[in-house]
């Protein structure tokens, strides 16, 4: 079963750094599309960066030159590291990615739109 689990959330005060980790787990034979998510209270899920396999990367306005998406194939990882956080920025996290994979052995491979579960950042004043 092909999964993502994010961790690196937590409580900070403005102006502080926070990096977010999403590892991927699975059969897996390539991770396409990655990208950062953001919902607030009251607030849509928005996009926040995406970074495709060759390493092309795009930001929500809010968050240019404060965030920068990466990520490490070999590790199945992908990273976001957040600079200058500000309050605004307080929101559960979510990775999602486009995961061609096998669901489990010898099974075929197809490619699975996976979602983890969350991590929370609180960014204080």
């Known amino acids: 079963q092909v999964q993502l689990v994010e961790s690196g959330g937590g409580l900070v005060q403005a102006g502080g750094s926070l990096r977010l980790s999403c590892v991927a787990s699975?059969?897996?034979?390539?991770?396409?599309?990655m990208d950062w998510y953001r919902q607030a209270p009251g607030k849509q899920r928005e996009l926040v960066a995406g970074?495709?396999?060759?390493?092309?990367?795009n930001y929500a306005d809010s968050v240019k030159g404060r965030f920068t998406i990466s990520r490490d194939n070999a590790k199945n990882t992908m990273y976001l590291q957040m600079n200058s956080l500000k309050p605004e920025d307080t929101a559960v996290y979510f990775c999602?990615?486009?995961?061609?994979?096998?669901?489990?052995?010898?099974?075929?491979?197809?490619?699975?739109?996976?979602w983890g579960q969350g991590t929370q950042v609180t960014v204080s004043s």
């Open positions: 999602n990615g486009k995961i061609s994979a096998r669901k489990v052995s010898g099974s075929p491979i197809r490619e699975y739109d996976v």
């Open positions: 970074i495709t396999s060759g390493g092309s990367t």
């Open positions: 699975g059969i897996i034979f390539n991770i396409n599309a």
